[in-house]
């Protein structure tokens, strides 16, 4: 999805509940592997997202916890908004590398919170976009570094 019929569709939904939740569909849709993470946008404006994870028996671990794989799903959901929320027009972009550090045990609904500032792109050039991902109690349960690939859209 382009970052204006991202933002369009945000812009339209996100005022709402049951818009998040639509516009989290439209998401799902577009993006099946990481909608079946199940998460929920809460915010998004170009280079900030936060997306929220219910703690469920899906994404848990044999230790009662949340997946660190579902934490790396949820920090790439979150940093990949903030990251084409805030790609000019002409911009195609694709993640060559994740390195997330696991704080604790991740319990309980989990709030992700994903930054990125993209430079202008008139060649090839990676960029980095960041997710923090916090419990409840707002303690960093994880954070997440994804870096990108950047380039302008060949005819």
């Known amino acids: 999805m382009s ?8 812009g339209r939904l996100g005022g709402s509940a049951v818009g998040r939740w639509l516009f989290s569909q439209a998401v799902r849709l577009a993006v099946p592997y990481t909608g079946a993470l ?4 809460i915010s998004l404006e170009p280079g900030r997202a936060v997306v929220t994870l ?6 848990r671990n044999h ?20 990251m084409v929320s805030a790609l000019p027009p002409g911009v195609r972009s694709i ?6 550090d696991y704080q604790k045990k991740a319990r ?12 202008t792109v008139t060649e090839p050039v990676t960029s980095l976009a960041r997710a923090e ?8 349960v994880a954070a997440a570094q994804v870096t990108w690939q950047l380039a302008p859209r060949t005819p």
């Open 38 to 41: 199940g998460a929920r946008v």
């Open 63 to 82: 230790l009662g916890s949340v997946h660190a794989i579902a934490l790396a799903n949820l920090a790439e959901m979150a940093s990949g908004l903030a």
């Open 95 to 100: 993640v060559t590398r994740i390195e997330i």
């Open 3 to 10: 970052p204006d019929r991202l933002l369009a569709l945000w």
């Open 54 to 59: 219910r703690d469920r028996r899906g994404v």
């Open 133 to 140: 991902i916090r419990d409840a109690a707002g303690g960093v």
């Open 108 to 119: 309980g609904t989990l709030t992700a919170t994903g930054s990125a500032a993209p430079p």
